[in-house]
Protein backbone atom coordinates (compact mmCIF):
# COMPACT_ATOMS: atom_id res chain seq x y z
CA UNK A 1 0.00 0.00 0.00
CA UNK A 2 2.61 2.49 0.67
CA UNK A 3 4.84 1.38 -2.15
CA UNK A 4 1.65 2.14 -4.45
CA UNK A 5 1.25 5.65 -2.32
CA UNK A 6 4.84 6.65 -2.25
CA UNK A 7 6.80 5.17 -5.21
CA UNK A 8 5.25 7.20 -8.31
CA UNK A 9 6.41 10.03 -6.14
CA UNK A 10 10.49 9.11 -6.36
CA UNK A 11 10.94 11.93 -9.61
CA UNK A 12 10.31 14.61 -6.73
CA UNK A 13 11.49 12.48 -3.50
CA UNK A 14 14.42 10.50 -4.30
CA UNK A 15 13.95 8.51 -0.87
CA UNK A 16 10.54 7.06 -2.10
CA UNK A 17 13.15 5.00 -4.77
CA UNK A 18 14.14 2.76 -1.79
CA UNK A 19 10.66 1.45 -1.59
CA UNK A 20 11.54 -1.07 -5.17
CA UNK A 21 14.20 -2.77 -2.70
CA UNK A 22 11.98 -6.06 -0.38
CA UNK A 23 14.79 -5.26 2.24
CA UNK A 24 13.90 -1.45 2.87
CA UNK A 25 10.32 -2.83 3.36
CA UNK A 26 10.69 -5.78 5.07
CA UNK A 27 13.11 -3.51 7.53
CA UNK A 28 10.18 -0.87 8.03
CA UNK A 29 7.83 -3.61 8.28
CA UNK A 30 9.90 -5.32 11.48
CA UNK A 31 10.24 -1.42 12.74
CA UNK A 32 7.03 0.04 12.56
CA UNK A 33 5.20 -3.68 13.73
CA UNK A 34 7.72 -3.60 16.88
CA UNK A 35 6.42 0.21 17.61
CA UNK A 36 3.04 -0.48 17.09
CA UNK A 37 2.96 -3.70 19.11
CA UNK A 38 4.81 -1.93 22.17
CA UNK A 39 2.43 1.34 21.94
CA UNK A 40 -1.05 -0.95 21.64
CA UNK A 41 -0.13 -3.69 24.39
CA UNK A 42 -0.54 -1.73 27.38
CA UNK A 43 -3.65 -0.31 26.47
CA UNK A 44 -5.04 -3.51 25.48
CA UNK A 45 -3.92 -4.59 29.05
CA UNK A 46 -6.01 -1.83 30.89
CA UNK A 47 -9.17 -2.81 28.41
CA UNK A 48 -9.11 -6.11 28.14
CA UNK A 49 -11.57 -8.62 30.01
CA UNK A 50 -9.93 -12.11 28.82
CA UNK A 51 -8.34 -13.40 32.01
CA UNK A 52 -5.66 -16.67 32.23
CA UNK A 53 -7.72 -19.67 33.16
CA UNK A 54 -5.19 -22.41 34.30
CA UNK A 55 -5.21 -25.66 33.79
CA UNK A 56 -4.92 -28.67 35.93
CA UNK A 57 -2.82 -30.04 34.48
CA UNK A 58 0.44 -27.83 34.77
CA UNK A 59 2.63 -28.17 37.49
CA UNK A 60 1.38 -26.22 40.75
CA UNK A 61 3.91 -23.28 40.34
CA UNK A 62 2.07 -21.93 37.26
CA UNK A 63 -1.37 -21.41 39.51
CA UNK A 64 -0.13 -17.98 41.08
CA UNK A 65 -0.59 -16.57 36.79
CA UNK A 66 -4.10 -17.16 37.19
CA UNK A 67 -6.07 -13.84 36.32
CA UNK A 68 -3.30 -12.64 34.36
CA UNK A 69 -4.45 -10.96 31.14
CA UNK A 70 -4.84 -13.64 27.95
CA UNK A 71 -5.35 -13.56 23.91
CA UNK A 72 -2.65 -10.76 23.73
CA UNK A 73 -2.18 -12.57 20.20
CA UNK A 74 -5.34 -9.96 19.23
CA UNK A 75 -3.02 -7.07 19.28
CA UNK A 76 0.45 -8.53 17.94
CA UNK A 77 -1.56 -10.71 15.10
CA UNK A 78 -3.62 -7.74 14.41
CA UNK A 79 -0.50 -5.37 14.37
CA UNK A 80 1.13 -8.03 11.85
CA UNK A 81 -1.52 -8.13 9.47
CA UNK A 82 -1.95 -4.31 9.63
CA UNK A 83 1.87 -4.11 8.75
CA UNK A 84 1.67 -6.44 5.67
CA UNK A 85 -1.05 -4.51 4.37
CA UNK A 86 0.82 -1.40 4.62
CA UNK A 87 4.56 -2.59 2.90
CA UNK A 88 3.38 -5.31 0.91
CA UNK A 89 2.90 -4.68 -2.83
CA UNK A 90 -0.10 -6.94 -4.27
CA UNK A 91 1.04 -7.02 -7.88
CA UNK A 92 1.32 -10.99 -7.02
CA UNK A 93 -1.41 -13.16 -5.06
CA UNK A 94 1.02 -14.22 -2.69
CA UNK A 95 1.17 -11.78 0.09
CA UNK A 96 -3.08 -11.40 0.05
CA UNK A 97 -3.47 -15.32 -0.17
CA UNK A 98 -0.87 -15.34 3.35
CA UNK A 99 -3.40 -12.52 4.57
CA UNK A 100 -6.04 -14.23 4.13
CA UNK A 101 -4.84 -17.83 5.60
CA UNK A 102 -3.62 -15.94 8.90
CA UNK A 103 -6.92 -13.82 9.12
CA UNK A 104 -9.12 -17.38 9.07
CA UNK A 105 -6.43 -18.89 11.81
CA UNK A 106 -7.08 -15.61 13.96
CA UNK A 107 -10.72 -16.08 13.94
CA UNK A 108 -10.51 -19.81 14.87
CA UNK A 109 -7.98 -18.92 17.58
CA UNK A 110 -10.10 -15.85 18.92
CA UNK A 111 -13.61 -18.20 18.93
CA UNK A 112 -11.21 -20.70 21.02
CA UNK A 113 -10.18 -18.34 23.71
CA UNK A 114 -13.76 -16.83 23.89
CA UNK A 115 -15.11 -20.18 24.56
CA UNK A 116 -12.24 -21.15 26.64
CA UNK A 117 -11.88 -18.11 28.86
CA UNK A 118 -15.00 -16.78 29.00
CA UNK A 119 -17.07 -20.35 28.81
CA UNK A 120 -18.09 -22.49 32.15
CA UNK A 121 -14.89 -24.39 31.81
CA UNK A 122 -11.79 -24.25 30.00
CA UNK A 123 -12.79 -26.17 26.74
CA UNK A 124 -12.56 -24.05 23.65
CA UNK A 125 -13.40 -25.45 19.99
CA UNK A 126 -13.34 -28.96 19.57
CA UNK A 127 -10.74 -30.62 17.35
CA UNK A 128 -13.66 -32.02 14.65
CA UNK A 129 -14.43 -28.46 14.67
CA UNK A 130 -10.89 -27.29 14.22
CA UNK A 131 -10.77 -29.77 11.50
CA UNK A 132 -13.58 -28.64 9.67
CA UNK A 133 -12.11 -25.43 9.52
CA UNK A 134 -8.97 -25.80 8.47
CA UNK A 135 -10.18 -28.47 5.84
CA UNK A 136 -11.97 -25.58 4.54
CA UNK A 137 -8.77 -23.25 4.22
CA UNK A 138 -6.90 -26.17 2.81
CA UNK A 139 -9.67 -26.38 -0.17
CA UNK A 140 -9.14 -22.07 -0.61
CA UNK A 141 -5.01 -22.88 -0.68
CA UNK A 142 -5.71 -25.67 -3.15
CA UNK A 143 -7.39 -23.42 -5.27
CA UNK A 144 -5.10 -20.34 -5.41
CA UNK A 145 -2.03 -23.14 -5.70
CA UNK A 146 -3.91 -24.02 -8.55
CA UNK A 147 -5.10 -20.95 -9.91
CA UNK A 148 -1.39 -18.99 -9.45
CA UNK A 149 1.51 -21.44 -9.39
CA UNK A 150 2.84 -23.20 -12.96
CA UNK A 151 1.75 -27.13 -13.47
CA UNK A 152 4.97 -27.73 -12.78
CA UNK A 153 5.53 -26.95 -9.04
CA UNK A 154 2.01 -26.30 -8.31
CA UNK A 155 1.29 -29.62 -6.51
CA UNK A 156 4.77 -30.30 -5.46
CA UNK A 157 7.22 -29.87 -2.65
CA UNK A 158 10.99 -29.89 -2.47
CA UNK A 159 13.23 -32.98 -1.56
CA UNK A 160 16.00 -32.17 1.04
CA UNK A 161 19.35 -32.70 -0.30
CA UNK A 162 19.34 -33.93 -3.61
CA UNK A 163 19.19 -31.34 -6.17
CA UNK A 164 15.69 -30.77 -8.55
CA UNK A 165 14.42 -33.76 -6.76
CA UNK A 166 10.40 -32.93 -5.85
CA UNK A 167 8.19 -34.59 -5.19
CA UNK A 168 4.72 -34.66 -6.37
CA UNK A 169 1.66 -35.23 -4.99
CA UNK A 170 -1.59 -34.48 -6.81
CA UNK A 171 -4.46 -33.71 -5.07
CA UNK A 172 -3.18 -35.26 -2.15
CA UNK A 173 -1.51 -32.04 -1.28
CA UNK A 174 -4.78 -31.60 0.27
CA UNK A 175 -4.14 -34.09 2.88
CA UNK A 176 -0.38 -32.67 3.50
CA UNK A 177 -1.71 -29.04 3.43
CA UNK A 178 -4.10 -29.93 6.32
CA UNK A 179 -1.68 -31.99 8.02
CA UNK A 180 0.77 -29.36 7.75
CA UNK A 181 -1.98 -26.54 9.22
CA UNK A 182 -3.03 -29.16 11.89
CA UNK A 183 0.58 -30.32 12.77
CA UNK A 184 2.37 -26.57 13.51
CA UNK A 185 -0.93 -24.67 14.97
CA UNK A 186 -1.48 -27.70 17.59
CA UNK A 187 2.80 -27.59 18.07
CA UNK A 188 2.86 -24.07 18.90
CA UNK A 189 -0.36 -23.86 21.12
CA UNK A 190 1.62 -27.04 23.10
CA UNK A 191 4.40 -25.01 23.20
CA UNK A 192 2.91 -21.90 24.74
CA UNK A 193 3.44 -22.81 28.14
CA UNK A 194 5.71 -21.02 30.11
CA UNK A 195 6.33 -17.08 29.91
CA UNK A 196 8.08 -16.34 26.60
CA UNK A 197 8.23 -19.52 25.17
CA UNK A 198 6.51 -19.98 22.21
CA UNK A 199 7.06 -16.21 21.11
CA UNK A 200 10.51 -16.72 21.32
CA UNK A 201 10.88 -20.12 19.73
CA UNK A 202 8.82 -18.63 16.73
CA UNK A 203 11.14 -16.08 15.56
CA UNK A 204 13.91 -18.74 14.65
CA UNK A 205 12.31 -20.77 11.66
CA UNK A 206 10.49 -17.37 10.85
CA UNK A 207 13.24 -15.56 9.98
CA UNK A 208 14.18 -19.00 7.89
CA UNK A 209 10.49 -18.16 6.13
CA UNK A 210 12.07 -14.61 5.94
CA UNK A 211 15.24 -15.63 3.90
CA UNK A 212 13.79 -18.48 1.80
CA UNK A 213 11.23 -15.94 0.80
CA UNK A 214 13.97 -13.70 -0.34
CA UNK A 215 16.18 -16.14 -2.21
CA UNK A 216 13.01 -17.67 -3.62
CA UNK A 217 12.10 -14.46 -5.65
CA UNK A 218 15.56 -13.58 -6.62
CA UNK A 219 16.40 -15.30 -10.01
CA UNK A 220 20.05 -15.76 -9.11
CA UNK A 221 20.14 -16.98 -5.43
CA UNK A 222 17.19 -19.10 -6.73
CA UNK A 223 19.15 -20.90 -9.56
CA UNK A 224 22.37 -20.95 -6.99
CA UNK A 225 20.58 -22.82 -4.15
CA UNK A 226 18.84 -24.77 -6.40
CA UNK A 227 15.25 -23.99 -4.97
CA UNK A 228 11.82 -23.00 -6.86
CA UNK A 229 12.38 -19.47 -8.40
CA UNK A 230 8.79 -17.92 -7.70
CA UNK A 231 8.33 -14.01 -9.19
CA UNK A 232 6.40 -12.01 -6.76
CA UNK A 233 7.03 -14.57 -3.48
CA UNK A 234 9.41 -12.35 -1.73
CA UNK A 235 6.35 -10.18 -0.64
CA UNK A 236 6.04 -13.14 2.06
CA UNK A 237 8.92 -11.31 3.06
CA UNK A 238 7.17 -8.75 4.45
CA UNK A 239 4.96 -10.66 6.42
CA UNK A 240 7.73 -13.00 8.30
CA UNK A 241 9.55 -9.00 9.61
CA UNK A 242 6.19 -8.03 10.53
CA UNK A 243 5.56 -10.81 12.59
CA UNK A 244 9.08 -10.78 13.88
CA UNK A 245 8.81 -7.12 14.99
CA UNK A 246 5.41 -8.17 16.35
CA UNK A 247 6.79 -11.33 18.58
CA UNK A 248 9.49 -8.82 19.94
CA UNK A 249 7.26 -6.64 21.01
CA UNK A 250 4.68 -8.97 22.42
CA UNK A 251 7.96 -10.37 24.21
CA UNK A 252 8.63 -7.26 25.95
CA UNK A 253 5.21 -8.26 27.94
CA UNK A 254 5.31 -11.72 27.85
CA UNK A 255 8.33 -12.58 29.08
CA UNK A 256 8.73 -13.91 32.66
CA UNK A 257 7.19 -13.14 34.71
CA UNK A 258 4.50 -12.73 31.97
CA UNK A 259 2.15 -9.42 31.79
CA UNK A 260 -0.05 -10.82 28.85
CA UNK A 261 0.20 -14.75 27.36
CA UNK A 262 -1.19 -14.97 23.51
CA UNK A 263 -4.18 -17.44 23.73
CA UNK A 264 -4.60 -19.38 21.29
CA UNK A 265 -5.69 -16.17 19.22
CA UNK A 266 -1.52 -15.51 18.89
CA UNK A 267 -0.54 -19.58 18.72
CA UNK A 268 -3.08 -20.89 15.90
CA UNK A 269 -2.02 -17.43 14.08
CA UNK A 270 1.93 -18.33 14.50
CA UNK A 271 1.16 -21.85 13.77
CA UNK A 272 -0.79 -20.57 10.55
CA UNK A 273 1.45 -18.00 9.37
CA UNK A 274 4.61 -20.73 9.59
CA UNK A 275 1.70 -23.55 7.83
CA UNK A 276 0.80 -21.29 5.17
CA UNK A 277 4.67 -20.04 4.12
CA UNK A 278 5.67 -23.25 4.02
CA UNK A 279 3.17 -24.37 1.23
CA UNK A 280 3.45 -21.43 -0.51
CA UNK A 281 7.12 -21.63 -0.76
CA UNK A 282 6.87 -25.28 -1.33
CA UNK A 283 9.09 -25.91 1.62
CA UNK A 284 7.23 -28.18 3.79
CA UNK A 285 9.70 -30.19 5.24
CA UNK A 286 12.31 -27.73 5.61
CA UNK A 287 9.87 -25.65 7.35
CA UNK A 288 9.04 -28.79 9.85
CA UNK A 289 12.84 -28.40 10.27
CA UNK A 290 12.93 -25.41 11.01
CA UNK A 291 10.23 -25.31 13.35
CA UNK A 292 11.91 -28.59 15.37
CA UNK A 293 10.70 -27.77 18.41
CA UNK A 294 7.32 -27.37 18.04
CA UNK A 295 7.48 -30.85 16.52
CA UNK A 296 9.27 -32.04 19.38
CA UNK A 297 7.02 -30.76 21.97
CA UNK A 298 3.69 -31.90 19.81
CA UNK A 299 5.77 -35.50 19.65
CA UNK A 300 6.21 -35.61 23.62
CA UNK A 301 2.42 -35.07 23.98
CA UNK A 302 1.40 -38.06 21.84
CA UNK A 303 3.89 -40.77 22.89
CA UNK A 304 3.08 -39.73 26.45
CA UNK A 305 -0.60 -40.26 25.95
CA UNK A 306 0.03 -43.35 23.60
CA UNK A 307 2.25 -44.62 26.27
CA UNK A 308 -0.28 -43.84 29.25
CA UNK A 309 -2.91 -45.69 27.53
CA UNK A 310 -1.21 -48.63 26.64
CA UNK A 311 0.68 -49.25 29.51
CA UNK A 312 -2.43 -48.50 31.53
CA UNK A 313 -1.18 -45.30 33.65
CA UNK A 314 2.06 -45.25 33.18
CA UNK A 315 4.26 -42.19 31.85
CA UNK A 316 7.08 -41.47 29.85
CA UNK A 317 7.74 -38.02 31.16
CA UNK A 318 6.90 -36.94 34.39
CA UNK A 319 4.37 -34.16 32.19
CA UNK A 320 4.34 -32.82 28.75
CA UNK A 321 4.83 -31.37 26.80
CA UNK A 322 8.38 -31.48 27.67
CA UNK A 323 8.80 -27.74 29.14
CA UNK A 324 6.65 -29.08 31.99
CA UNK A 325 8.76 -32.65 32.65
CA UNK A 326 11.79 -30.16 33.32
CA UNK A 327 10.01 -27.65 35.24
CA UNK A 328 8.78 -30.99 37.40
CA UNK A 329 12.57 -31.75 37.72
CA UNK A 330 13.22 -28.66 39.09
CA UNK A 331 14.69 -26.19 36.56
CA UNK A 332 13.75 -22.78 36.48
CA UNK A 333 11.19 -21.82 33.69
CA UNK A 334 13.55 -18.87 32.85
CA UNK A 335 16.55 -21.39 32.28
CA UNK A 336 13.77 -23.60 30.67
CA UNK A 337 12.64 -20.64 28.20
CA UNK A 338 15.99 -19.70 27.19
CA UNK A 339 17.85 -23.43 26.83
CA UNK A 340 14.24 -24.21 24.44
CA UNK A 341 15.07 -20.58 22.46
CA UNK A 342 18.89 -21.72 22.14
CA UNK A 343 16.91 -25.09 20.76
CA UNK A 344 14.77 -23.66 17.97
CA UNK A 345 17.67 -21.39 17.09
CA UNK A 346 19.59 -24.39 16.46
CA UNK A 347 16.88 -26.11 14.45
CA UNK A 348 16.68 -23.26 12.55
CA UNK A 349 20.14 -23.37 11.38
CA UNK A 350 19.98 -26.97 10.44
CA UNK A 351 17.44 -26.18 7.93
CA UNK A 352 19.35 -23.07 6.32
CA UNK A 353 22.25 -25.47 6.18
CA UNK A 354 20.32 -28.32 4.59
CA UNK A 355 19.52 -25.67 1.41
CA UNK A 356 23.53 -24.95 1.21
CA UNK A 357 23.70 -28.94 1.26
CA UNK A 358 21.62 -29.27 -2.00
Not at 142 to 150: A, E, H, W
Request: hydrophobic share 55%; with cysteine; net charge positive.
Amino acid sequence: MIYDWLFPLRTSFKWFNLLRYITFRAGLALSFSLLLTLIIMPIYLKLTRYKERISDYVPNSHKNKEGTPSAGGIVFVSVTMFCTILFSRFNTPFALIALIATFFMFIIGLFDDIKKLRGAKKGGLTIWEKLFLQFVLAVFIVVSINLFYPEEIAFRTQFLFFKNVNLYLGYLYVILIILVFLGFTNAVNLTDGLDGLAAGSAIPPVLVILLLAYFQGNKILSTYLHLFYIPGIEELTILAASLVGALIGFLWYNSYPAQVFMGDTGSQSIGGIIAISSVLLKQEILIIIAGGLFILEAFTVFTQILFFRITGGKRIFRKAPFHHHFEEMGDHEVKITIRFWILSLIFSLIALGMIKIK
